[in-house]
């Protein structure tokens, strides 16, 4: 099956529609952590994020920006490894 670089770049375009969508859509959406059951996680938000995500009652919460830009680190530092194992 062949596909033709409009017919790409019109999927793309509906990407990244759909992309926005859900960041608007998900953008107040936010999880609470607890500080005794979650305190390694609250500490690799610190490590990743600095501490300034942590109120000043110790309240820390993950953001769907927080989880995006998790993702994106990950999938940017795959590719960098398996850049350099070629």
Do not use: P, W
Not at 12 to 41: F, H, P, Y
Not at 48 to 76: A, K, Q
Request: glycine share 6%.
């Amino acid at each position: 099956m062949t596909v033709s670089l409009d017919e790409v770049n019109t999927v793309l375009k509906e990407s990244e529609v759909i992309q926005q969508e859900l960041q608007t859509k998900l953008s107040t959406i936010r999880v609470k952590l607890d500080k005794k059951d979650n305190a390694d996680v609250i500490e690799a938000i610190r490590q990743v994020f600095g501490g300034e995500l942590i109120s000043d009652y110790g309240n820390v919460y993950i953001t769907y920006d927080m989880y995006n830009t998790c993702i994106n680190l990950i999938r940017d530092l795959g590719k960098l490894i398996g850049e350099a194992s070629i």
